[in-house]
C-alpha cells in the first residue's frame, strides 16, 4: 500500500473525527470498526475536503502537527508580549492582502538564534530570533514574514504529501480494516510519517528552488501590494550577505543560494 | 523645477498597485464577504456586499484601487481584497471550519489546536512545544482585528495607504 495514499487515509480519519465530533478530546479507538461509524468517517472525509484534496479542516490538523515539531525543534517560543504584537499586527496586515485571508494566522518568535524562517499550514508562521533581530525595519520583517505567508497560501508543504497521492483510493481504505486497534495504530503510523515528509522539506531538504523563488517573488507582490517596501526581503538578503554571515551561522541553510535569490528579486 | 500636486497625484494615481488588475480583465473575491465602495477609499459608502469566490470584471484601475463590475453594480475593491484567480477552497469546505458567511476574520479566530494534533504532541513527547503553542494562539487571539484595522491606518498599510 501506497504510504502516502495511507497517510490520507489516516488524515481523513482523523480529521472527520477531530472536525465531526465538537467536544472530543482524542480518537475512539472502538468507533472505527463500526460500518456506521465508517460511512459517517468516510462521508465526513470527503466533505471536508475542498477543491485541492487536502481540506480545511485536514490542514488544520496537519499544520497544528508541523508547528509543534518547529517549535519543539527551534527552542520553543520568545515570550515577549511586545515582540509578539508587532510581529502579528505585521503579520495580519499582510494575511488580510494574501489569497487566504480567512485563515487564522498566528505569527511567532522562534527562540533560536540561527537565521531561519518556517510556516506551516492552517497559517502558522515563525522567524527565528536570529532572524528577528537582524530586520532592521518592518519593510524588511514584512518581506520576510510575506515569503512565509505566500508558502501557506500556495500550499507548498500539502504538496509534500498530495504529489503522490490517490484520494478516493485511499478514503475507501477504511471499508478494508479487520482490526480495528492494529488499523488505528496503522493509521497513526501513516499519518506520523506524514508529517515527518514534510518536516524533512522543512528541516534537511528544503523546498527546491523554484518553490522558493515562486515564494520570493509572489512575497515580494505581496508585501508591496499591502503598502510595505517592494525591497524589504532583498534588503534583509543583501545584509545577510554582505556581513557574510554565512560562513559563521547557519543562514537560511534550507533556501537556494543567497545570489541568486538577490538577484531574482 | 516643482511639479504641481495635481500633476503628481495624477502621476501616482495612474500607477496600477497590481499588474496583474487591467480594465477589461477578471479578478476574484477571496474573503467571504467583501464590500464594494462608492469610492476608491476604506471609508466609502457601500455599494452592496460581494459573496466569496465571485467573478469580477476589472473596469478601471486606480493606484491600490480596482474598479470592478458585478451582478449590474459597478464599484471599488481595494486591490488586497482581490485575487487573480478563483479561491481554492469552495465555500462549503470553509463552513466546515465553522466559517459562515455571517462572520468575520475576527470571529472566525480563536481556534485551537485540533484534538488530533494535541494527539500527535502527545504521541512524539512534544508535551513543552504543545504548551508553547497553545500561548501562542492564546496571545496571538487576544490581538482583536481592531487593533491591526488601526494599525493599518496609522502605518498606512493596506486599504488606508
Request: hydrophobic share 40%; aromatic share 6%.
Amino acid at each position: 500500500m501506497n504510504r502516502f495514499r495511507s497517510f490520507l487515509f489516516a488524515l481523513g480519519v482523523l480529521a472527520a473525527t477531530a472536525g465531526l465530533h465538537a467536544g472530543f478530546g482524542g480518537f475512539d479507538l472502538s468507533k472505527l470498526a463500526d460500518p456506521k461509524t465508517a460511512d459517517t468517517v468516510k462521508n465526513g472525509a470527503k466533505a471536508l475536503k475542498g477543491l485541492t484534496g487536502i481540506g480545511p479542516e485536514e490542514e488544520r490538523v496537519i499544520g497544528g502537527s508541523v508547528a509543534l515539531e518547529i517549535v519543539g525543534t527551534y527552542g520553543g517560543l520568545v515570550r515577549d508580549e511586545a515582540v509578539l504584537r508587532r510581529v502579528n499586527l505585521i503579520g495580519r496586515t499582510l494575511a488580510g492582502c494574501s489569497d487566504r485571508p480567512e485563515l487564522t494566522w498566528r505569527f511567532g518568535v522562534l527562540n533560536s538564534d540561527t537565521v531561519n524562517a518556517f510556516s506551516a499550514p492552517g497559517g502558522y508562521v515563525f522567524i527565528t530570533r536570529g532572524l528577528y533581530a537582524l530586520a532592521d525595519d518592518d519593510d524588511q520583517l514584512a518581506g520576510i514574514l510575506a515569503h512565509e505567508i505566500v508558502h501557506v497560501t500556495k500550499r507548498h508543504a500539502l504538496k509534500i504529501v498530495e504529489r503522490s497521492e490517490a484520494l478516493d483510493g485511499g478514503i475507501s481504505l477504511v471499508a478494508q480494516q479487520n482490526s480495528k486497534v492494529r488499523a488505528t495504530q496503522a493509521q497513526l503510523q501513516q499519518f506520523d510519517l506524514g508529517i515527518d515528509k514534510i518536516i524533512d522539506t522543512l528541516f534537511k531538504a528544503g523546498f527546491d528552488p523554484k518553490t522558493e523563488y515562486e515564494a520570493d517573488s509572489v512575497g515580494r507582490d505581496l508585501a508591496t501590494t499591502t503598502g510595505y517596501s517592494r525591497d524589504g526581503l532583498r534588503q534583509v538578503l543583501q545584509k545577510l550577505q554582505q556581513e557574510h554571515l554565512a560562513s559563521s551561522k547557519k543562514v537560511f541553510s534550507t533556501h537556494p543560494p543567497l545570489p541568486e535569490r538577490i538577484r531574482r528579486l | 523645477m516643482k511639479l504641481p500636486v495635481f500633476v503628481v497625484m495624477a502621476v501616482l494615481l495612474a500607477v496600477p498597485a497590481h499588474a496583474a488588475y487591467a480594465p477589461g480583465g477578471t479578478a476574484y473575491t477571496k474573503r467571504l464577504q467583501t464590500s464594494l465602495l462608492a469610492e476608491p477609499a476604506p471609508l466609502a459608502s457601500v455599494v452592496a456586499k460581494l459573496q466569496y469566490a465571485l467573478k469580477l470584471k476589472v473596469v478601471e484601475v486606480r493606484g491600490a484601487w480596482v474598479r470592478v463590475s458585478a451582478g449590474g453594480n459597478t464599484g471599488w475593491v481595494f486591490a488586497g481584497n482581490l485575487a487573480e484567480q478563483k479561491p481554492a477552497e469552495n465555500s462549503d469546505a470553509l463552513e466546515h471550519m465553522g466559517v459562515t458567511a455571517s462572520e468575520t476574520s475576527a470571529s472566525a479566530a480563536a481556534r485551537p489546536l485540533a484534538p488530533a494534533a494535541v494527539d500527535y504532541a502527545d504521541r512524539r513527547g512534544l508535551g513543552q512545544a504543545r504548551h508553547d503553542v497553545e500561548w501562542l494562539e492564546h496571545t496571538c487571539d487576544a490581538i482583536p482585528a481592531a487593533d491591526v484595522d488601526a494599525y493599518k491606518q496609522t502605518q498606512k498599510k493596506g486599504e488606508f495607504q
